[in-house]
């Protein structure tokens, strides 16, 4: 008979520990990789060069003291080496890892996620009392970079590349000179997409729509440095409510229909703006297909987003219907899709470790 003092088997309590060591020590490392990436650290190493503490303290205008401490933590993590001239070099593969933004290996992003997380923390723990909403702004201008870097690089390389060419019919649409396509990029964060598609089918226009003031700003940015501006406009919109034009041939949804507090209105605002014979593509989160605990490590970086970053920000007001990205399986899709008065859900073939792709008529 089991008694209240009876303990777990030392080898579970054991390997949890060691998990648990294992995650905090990811977690430190990982905010040390925030100063490489963030003060421009491993792009000094990449673009000048090995260096000493010296060399890359004046290079880079670092405090010497900070700059040997930091080089020293990231040889001993294995991200750098250091030669017996005492000179440190990007180990292999980080160049690609956290220097080269557009690499399909770019994983620079991820290092923003905690800081970001981390300014927003006392507004969540107060959020988990009362219910309320945490807002997108209040995890400041690194959520933005986290969120522009981890998905760019599938923008960059695979959006076109990839992804259209498994539907041919709209990729065909765009292509067509004679009749010049309007696209929406529904919740467009920076508009890494909307840049792309401008870029690959130079006849098209691209509207894209965020809440999201810094995200706009930094994105026109970009539409202008990448020459673009003629033809794609982003704006600062609520896409929960009509849009502010119609017309569009495709509107697309990037990761994003999980985190609106009201995704059955978003899903009706872009049918509505939709011409007839139009298509919406809504990409979201590769969840099982039921709930599944314990999860594999996509649905467990997935569960804990949800509770840190979507969910918080979804739940604007009190009659919020946010899902969360555990929670976007395909029959919920599904769901939403037909309360929005969709009459078709197809599930597209694009095959990716992340994302599932939803193509609704
Ligand atoms: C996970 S991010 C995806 C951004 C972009 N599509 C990408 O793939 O990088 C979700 C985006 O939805 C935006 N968003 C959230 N609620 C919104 C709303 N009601 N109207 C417009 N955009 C919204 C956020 O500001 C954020 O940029």
């Known amino acids: 008979m089991s008694t209240l003092l009876e303990t777990s088997a030392p080898s579970a309590a054991e390997e949890l520990s060691g998990r648990l060591f294992l995650q905090t020590l990811g977690a430190v490392e990982l905010l040390n990789v925030y100063f490489g990436v963030e003060l421009g650290l491993y792009r000094s190493l990449s673009f000048d060069g090995p260096a000493t503490a010296a060399v890359l303290a004046e290079r880079t205008g670092q405090d010497l003291r900070y700059t040997q401490e930091w080089l020293a933590q990231q040889a001993v993590a294995g991200l750098l080496t250091v030669g017996p001239d005492a000179e440190f070099r990007l180990a292999d593969g980080v160049r690609e890892a956290l220097v080269d933004e557009v690499s399909s290996f770019y994983v620079g992003g991820m290092a923003y996620i905690v800081p970001a997380i981390g300014r927003a923390l006392p507004a969540l723990v107060s959020a988990f009392r009362t219910g309320n909403g945490v807002p997108y702004p209040a995890y400041g201008a690194d959520a933005v970079t986290a969120q522009e870097a981890l998905n760019r690089p ?96 495709v509107a697309f949804f990037f990761e994003c229909l999980h ?89 597209l073939a694009i095959d990716h470790p992340f994302w599932r792709f939803y193509r609704l008529g």
């Open 154 to 249: 599938a923008y960059e390389t695979a959006l076109i590349e990839d992804w259209l060419p498994q539907i041919p019919d709209i990729q065909a649409r765009l292509a067509d000179s004679t009749r010049p396509a309007r696209v929406a990029d529904l919740g467009a964060g920076v508009g890494w997409a909307a840049i792309r598609l401008a870029e690959a089918f130079p006849q098209v226009r691209v509207d894209g729509y965020d809440l999201d003031e810094e995200s706009i700003a930094r994105g026109r940015r970009y539409v202008a440095d990448r020459g673009v501006a003629d033809r794609v406009d982003l704006a600062v919109a609520d896409i929960t409510e009509p849009l502010p034009h119609d017309g569009y041939d």
């Open 259 to 347: 985190d609106l507090p009201h995704p059955v209105a978003a899903l009706e605002a872009a049918r509505r703006a939709v011409s007839p014979g139009g298509s919406v593509i809504v990409m979201e989160e590769r969840v099982a297909e039921t709930f599944t605990a314990p999860g594999d490590e996509v649905e467990r970086f997935m569960a804990a987003a949800g509770t840190l970053w979507c969910v918080p920000q979804g739940r604007t007001d009190a009659s919020s219907d946010v899902i969360g990205p555990l929670g976007i399986r395909p029959a919920v899709m599904r769901h939403l899709a037909e309360s929005a008065g969709f009459r078709t859900v197809e599930t």
